[in-house]
């Protein structure tokens, strides 16, 4: 929601006084002042935390760092000119909860910064820094710029630019064919960003705020009409906030259908797709349409992925809806499995979730298989196999209530197993047991949502059961696929892996693996990139709380993450460079030293 001005008069109104009163100190661009926050200091009337003023005289057009870091407290750094108006506040841009304001002076004189704490209750140490900010080559504040298709151009939103309906504008034009298919990325790590791409005419054609990685956005484009467009890069807010942002222009290369053409998917196939202008329009804004032929009893699994838009499915029979998905599978992707209730042409209507005409590219997966086991028997599956099921009336009931469906298969003493338990329809819950009954693992979410994994070392050899049920809910009913794989390479203690893209790996932290800086158990494995592109890390786990660590060949770090993923896994999300190499730490999070199996995988972005 975009706040307003009010609010920032308010602010000052209720500050005015407090500010006024307080002798301030001063600080000067290249410098850094220390200072501690007490009992006996002024007390903003706003956030009820203890007060420090700092002066800074500046010039019009100088471009600044504020940086407030304490050790002690929440930190809260904002900037007012020598009439009170705040020109930006920051909380916790910096490392942790540090805060960082980047912005451009608008005029000569005497600024106030104001240093306290987000938290009512915070005292303590603090250290104020003012450095100069290196701006990138940009075009002239308020001047108009040309970007071509395949260009990234850096860009300043400051004063100068145009605020026609609050925050600052840059405005940037590109020329564009008939039918030519465009995407527009903006990126800052200093703002919120804000794209409005304008028509030849002047009419507003699209928007985006968070389509792109966290606050970045991006707006994808079908030119209907040929000529000079307009693209506004600007922030997502009323208030002007200066800041630095890098656009590109890309056309997009692809085998997409034509806007508004339904295209015909067969099974075992993954397509690509595109929401974009000129699509049909439903309920929840743009859509595609994707036939295919099924037959009653078949089981019918599809997979709508997008890294750039949540997607919903909607699978028809005629105009009858069969079912329907939002977040099925990993993330904001959907997954629908139900069973084709007769024969025929079905459609899949996928759209995104919301009612917007946001959209971009995304993958579309079918698979279609037989009927699921029967009611009540005890089935075979093998290492590598993936299997349907259903939980129904007639399944064996547990002694709890609800049904369960088992699964045998034959391990080997040591052998590392990865069984999955997916379900549109319930909240998977999977047992492991010994030729004995005894159980050797159990898992509710580990896959991610309610999907259940269970990544086992077996004790001995002998045949196994696979529990495949719901969590928690009596008599649940519905499909669902489950899989188990065998380690093929489980990172042995101490020993680096070499990780390939979309091949996950089975691993353990166990006595003998590396350690890192607090002492916990890590395996260490390699990924030297095929390509350039946006990749993801998965670490998953049931038996401690994942944590990754991502480190370049020269031992920097790059990026950690505890809980990115679903419920304690870890994920994240990066740019890899073609042929460079990087090192993942597969770690626990804490310093008690956790040991068990976990899951590893590295995929590019669909």
Do not use: C
Request: aromatic residues 8%; negative net charge.
């Amino acid at each position: 929601m975009r706040t307003t001005r009010v609010h920032a008069f308010l602010a000052l109104a209720l500050l005015a006084g407090p500010l006024a009163a307080q002798q301030p100190r001063a600080i000067a661009i290249g410098q850094s002042a220390s200072g501690v926050l007490t009992a006996t200091d002024p007390v903003s009337r706003t956030r009820h935390a203890p007060y420090h003023v700092w002066s800074l005289d500046g010039r019009r057009g100088q471009r600044i760092v504020i940086d407030l870091m304490s050790p002690d407290f929440d930190a809260f750094v904002s900037l007012r000119d020598d009439g009170g108006y705040v020109l930006g506040s920051d909380d916790d841009s910096g490392e942790d909860r540090n805060a960082r304001l980047r912005t451009v002076l608008p005029r000569d004189g005497r600024y106030r910064i104001v240093v306290t704490a987000f938290s009512d209750s915070a005292r303590g140490r603090y250290t104020l820094a003012v450095t100069g900010w290196e701006a990138p080559e940009a075009p002239p504040a308020g001047a108009v710029a040309e970007i071509r298709p395949g260009e990234t151009k850096d860009g300043i939103l400051e004063p100068g630019d145009s605020t026609s309906d609050g925050p600052f504008e840059d405005h940037w034009t590109f020329m564009a064919a008939a039918g030519q298919r465009l995407r527009l990325d903006m990126h800052s790590s200093d703002m919120d960003s804000y794209l409005i791409v304008l028509g030849p005419d002047g009419a507003k054609i699209a928007s985006d705020d968070d389509s792109g990685e966290g606050n970045d956005a991006s707006v994808g484009l079908r030119i209907a009409v040929a000529g000079r467009y307009t693209a506004i890069a600007t922030t997502y807010n009323e208030n002007p906030q200066a800041g630095a942002y890098r656009l590109s222009l890309a056309e997009e290369t692809g085998n997409f259908a034509d806007p508004g053409a339904a295209v015909a998917i067969n099974p075992g196939e993954t397509r690509e797709g595109r929401l974009e202008g000129g699509d049909l329009t439903g309920r929840r804004g743009l859509e595609d349409h994707w036939t295919f032929q099924g037959r009653a009893g078949q089981l019918a699994r599809v997979d709508v992925m997008s890294p750039g838009f949540d997607t919903y499915a909607v699978l028809r029979f005629g105009t009858t809806p069969v079912d329907s998905n939002d977040d099925g599978g990993e993330g904001t992707n959907s997954r629908l499995m139900t069973v084709l209730p007769s024969t025929g042409t079905y459609t899949l209507v996928v759209s995104a979730y919301g009612s917007s005409n946001s959209g971009g590219r995304y993958s579309v997966a079918l698979q279609l298989s037989d009927a699921p086991a029967g009611a009540g028997h005890v089935e075979a599956i093998r290492p590598g196999q993936r299997v349907s099921g259903r939980l129904e009336a007639g399944d064996r009931p547990r002694s709890g209530g609800g049904y369960q469906d088992t699964w045998e298969f034959d391990g080997r003493a040591e052998q590392d197993v990865m069984i999955e338990m997916h379900s549109a329809d319930f909240d998977s819950y999977l047992e492991l047991r010994d030729a004995d009954n005894a159980l050797v693992q159990e898992n509710d979410d580990g896959a991610g949502g309610r999907d259940a994994l269970i990544v086992a070392h077996l004790p001995r050899a002998g045949r196994y059961r696979i529990i495949a049920r719901s969590f928690g809910e009596h008599e649940a009913t519905g499909v669902y696929d489950l899989s188990l794989s065998l380690a093929t390479e489980v990172a042995q203690p101490g020993r680096v892996v070499q990780l390939a893209p979309d091949q996950p790996v089975l691993g353990r932290l166990e006595a003998g693996d590396s350690v890192v800086g607090d002492s916990t158990f890590a395996d260490v494995f390699t990924f030297r990139a095929p390509r350039d592109g946006d990749v993801t890390i998965d670490l998953r786990s049931g038996d401690f709380d994942a944590y990754l660590i991502v480190k370049d060949a020269e031992g920097s770090t790059l990026a950690t993450d505890d809980d990115g993923g679903e419920g304690t896994n870890a994920r994240v999300a990066m740019h890899v460079q073609r042929g460079q190499a990087y090192r993942i730490y597969a770690n626990s999070y804490g310093a008690d030293r956790a040991a068990g199996m976990y899951r590893l995988s590295v995929r590019y972005g669909q």
